[in-house]
Nanobody
């Protein structure tokens, strides 16, 4: 099993920045590709960004390209999501996920492990 713990969420004004962190523990050799998803109230969980096991390959949903950056520190077994130029529509609970087979895995069902989520609120 892999345990994932997110941190870094909060309240920020539009145009501001936040950095989310996700620390993995347990059978970390099973983390494989990791990703970030988000879920706004009343909406389905959606893919945001993902990164390969080595950290070389990254994939983003179009709506965050150029604003968000996913990165990974394998020594710390931690994945990050740097979010810049935040917009009110980025408001959601952000979830870290791990265990996907490929760096461009965008479906919820492709990930085996999930964190508890961290809330991001962007005010206008």
């Amino acid at each position: 099993q892999v345990q994932l713990v997110e941190s870094g969420g909060g309240l920020v004004q539009a145009g501001g920045s936040l950095r989310l962190s996700c620390a993995a523990s347990g059978r970390t050799e099973s983390t494989y590709a990791m990703g970030w998803f988000r879920q706004a109230p009343g909406k389905e969980r959606e893919f945001v960004a993902s990164i390969s096991r080595t950290g070389v390959s990254r994939y983003y949903v179009d709506s965050v390209k150029g604003r968000f950056t996913i990165s990974r520190d394998n020594a710390k077994i931690t994945v990050y999501l740097q979010m810049n130029s935040l917009k009110p529509e980025d408001t959601a609970v952000y979830y870290c996920a791990a265990g996907a087979p490929r760096y461009d895995s965008t479906y919820v069902a492709q990930y085996n492990y999930w964190g508890q989520g961290t809330k991001v609120t962007v005010s206008s």
